[in-house]
């Protein structure tokens, strides 16, 4: 191979690493902006979520909400059974 086929190659080879290396800190970038902005977003869904169930509980005191997903519904359940 000749010295001017070889530079080009290495050329070539350097550009790719260059790209390569570009498009993985660009997903680390913005992996990282995601999941920041995720966490923000569901801390403050979980905090107004929080307040609003503490303002307007589900069941009656000393009984607890229970979801069947096969049947789709929910219904307050006692220790000692179903209210």
Sequence with gaps: MSTAGMATRIETLREARVLAGGIVIA???GGAAGYALHAEA???ATQSAV???HANPPCPPNSHPVVWYTAETWGCVTY???S
Excluded: C, I, K, P
């Design 80 to 82: 000692g059974g179903q």
């Design 27 to 29: 997903f680390m970038l």
């Design 51 to 53: 307040s609003a169930v």
């Design 42 to 44: 569901v801390a403050g």
